[in-house]
């Protein structure tokens, strides 16, 4: 290893060194090095996006503090490298996993927060990076934000993680540089309520597992509230149980780490399993029930699969990795209708809300 490195300067540069030396009466070597070491300690911009780079647990427990827990103690809610490192997860975790279908909300934020950057650039004549927005968006560039408005208002709704991901492209990679953009319209476009949709995206990146989200519990403790719910169809029963927080429970009471438990149960089986399935079976079920004619011919996923019925066989079908589970189409529809519908309500909506921002959903 080399004990001293050589370095080189512009003469001007040598020149006012020396000037400078000869005022203060020390050597160049001297001064040189003092400046050196004031300037490495002085903190800029791009180190604190290397921070939350080089530490992404800890970047996560920063920004769910600030964005879901709402603890930004007066100040900004996310900084610039925050917005960018986030929308940067938000991109990776359409890539994390295979043959997902996507919900709309995460995905309509982030093509409304593109929109209006947009919007904001033409009516601030600021310069537009439209080259590397026309092949995602087909635009022309006669008027880049009106026909972005349209190309969103015309996307099929049921949309593939691939698909979604090249949408986000622009947003996440840098087609808009958010130092240009003033506070007041970050803050205006960037609002808490949609970064806290962006935010179980996000989670999908970086290789989070339920002991990162769990861990993260332990040390930020949110009030995820406990939850049950019991739906039959047919002979099926259908169990969601959500360990958390006890209805009146008095603040500093025992802490349980929020988790979700699914239990299948069948004339002949019990079937077992956690988060991960379920989200994707909501979510499945979930666009099956508002926009049927886009699935009459059903879905494979990553871990779950579902057939509707009339599609493969007269009964419908769902799975959940090496599980097949055969319904009469009147107990499917009901199966799917009312998990759709009472995960959406209550105390339930709110628990799964909470449980999103931990363990990530698309």
């Given amino acids: ?148 408005a349209d190309f969103i208002a015309q996307l099929r709704p049921v949309i593939g993680q691939d698909y979604a991901e090249r949408l986000v492209r622009p947003l996440a990679c840098g087609g808009f540089e958010l130092n240009t953009f003033p506070d007041e319209a970050l803050a205006r476009i960037f609002t808490q309520p949609r970064l806290q949709q962006i935010f179980p995206l996000a989670l999908r990146a970086q290789g989070w597992r339920e002991e ?58 019990v079937f077992p399993c956690g988060w991960a399935p379920f989200a994707e079976l909501l979510g499945l079920f979930t666009l099956y029930v508002r926009h049927p004619e886009a699935l009459s011919h059903g879905h494979q996923g990553e871990h779950v699969m579902f057939s509707p019925p009339g599609d493969v066989t007269e009964e419908g079908f769902f799975g959940i990795r090496e599980l097949r589970i055969f319904m009469p189409p009147e107990a499917f529809e009901k199966l799917a209708r009312e998990l759709s519908t009472r995960c959406a309500e209550g105390s339930l909506a709110e628990a799964l809300t909470g449980l999103r921002c931990l363990y990530g959903d698309l």
């Fill in 212 to 269: 990162d989200a769990q861990r993260m519990a332990d040390a930020l403790r949110p009030a995820i509230p406990a939850a049950r719910e019991v739906i039959r169809a047919g002979s099926l029963q259908v169990e969601i149980r959500i360990d958390g927080q006890q209805s009146g429970e008095r603040p500093g009471a025992w802490y349980y780490p929020p988790q979700l438990h699914l239990l299948i149960t069948g004339k002949e089986f």
């Fill in 1 to 148: 290893m080399l004990s001293q490195l050589n370095l080189r300067f512009h003469k001007k540069l040598i020149g006012a060194l020396k000037a400078r030396a000869g005022a203060e009466n020390v050597s160049v070597n001297a001064l040189a090095e003092r400046f050196l070491d004031d300037g490495l300690k002085t903190a800029t911009p791009e180190d604190s996006y290397l921070q939350l780079v080089s530490d992404p647990h800890a970047a996560m427990h920063q920004m769910y503090a600030k964005i879901v827990l709402g603890q930004t103690f007066g100040g900004a809610t996310v900084s610039r490298n925050e917005l960018r490192y986030l929308l940067g997860l938000a991109q990776e975790g359409y890539v994390t996993g295979q043959r997902r279908l996507v919900t709309r909300p995460a995905l309509q934020t982030l093509l409304d927060i593109t929109r209006e950057l947009l919007v904001w650039q033409t009516e601030h004549g600021m310069p537009q990076d439209i080259s590397y927005m026309k092949g995602t968006f087909r635009l022309k560039g006669e008027n880049p934000a009106e026909e972005c």
